[in-house]
């Protein structure tokens, strides 16, 4: 695709209630990251994947937290039982990897505003 | 965990003048990329710089780096409203890892 895609840009949720985020990288891109972002925060690494493969799950902050990839493409971040302080946007970003270059460009999508009431 | 520190925090300049943003990382890198943010939503890559570069332009902006010192700085010239955004610094380090992004300076530019 053009760039990298998420759905959806807005979700407001109940506390306890399971959330699944979407997005969809460039296409080709073999490198997904979801990052979170707090009002006024810097990114906080969440999670990274290489192909349908997480490497680095470190930044998950807890077993709430899930996320998959299929088909080396689209991924899903997941919270289950949400609490009031998940709300924050949740940035995906996809970039190619070539392995002799370090940390390539990354490109962002929109990203998914969450709101957990 | 952050790696990246960006000063100052907040910015405010007068159209025209040159903005200049610092950043400073704490562990070795293989670049390190400034990223622009409009209204919390989706950033925006600006520029890259390799650990064997000193420096590097791309239109009005100006990047340094010295790894010695651990830091960086983006220099914005001639600035304009549409500047007005959040700047990030972020360190990269092998291929295959996660980019490290600090707080970000927050630059508003009045006309």
């Known amino acids: 695709g053009a760039g990298v895609s998420q759905s959806p840009s807005n979700k407001v949720t109940e506390k306890g209630k399971d959330v699944e985020l979407r997005c969809d990288p460039i296409s080709g891109h073999t490198a997904l990251y979801w990052y979170r972002q707090s009002l006024g925060q810097g990114l906080e690494f969440l999670i990274y994947f290489q192909g349908n493969s997480a490497p680095d799950k470190s930044g998950l902050p807890s077993d709430r937290f899930s996320a998959e990839r299929t088909g080396g493409s689209v991924s899903t971040l997941t919270i289950q039982r949400t609490q009031q302080e998940d709300s924050a946007v949740y940035l995906c970003?996809?970039?190619?990897?070539?392995?002799?270059?370090?940390?390539?460009?990354?490109?962002f999508g929109p990203g998914t505003r969450l709101t957990v009431l | 965990s952050q790696q990246g520190e960006e000063d100052p925090q907040a910015l405010s300049i007068q159209e025209g003048e040159n903005a200049t943003m610092n950043c400073s990382y704490k562990?070795?890198?293989?670049?390190l990329q400034w990223y622009r943010q409009n209204s919390g939503r989706g950033l925006v890559h600006l520029i890259l710089i390799r650990s064997n570069e000193r420096e590097k332009h791309s239109g009005r902006l100006r990047v340094t780096l010295d790894t010695s010192k651990k830091s960086s700085s983006l220099l914005i010239t001639a600035s304009r409203a549409a500047d007005t955004a959040s700047y990030f610094c972020?360190?990269?380090?092998?291929?295959?890892?996660?980019?490290?992004f600090g707080k970000g300076t927050t630059l508003s530019v009045s006309s």
């Open positions: 972020a360190t990269g380090r092998q291929a295959g890892t996660a980019l490290i």
């Open positions: 970003a996809s970039s190619l990897t070539v392995w002799d270059r370090g940390t390539d460009t990354q490109y």
């Open positions: 562990t070795s890198i293989n670049n």
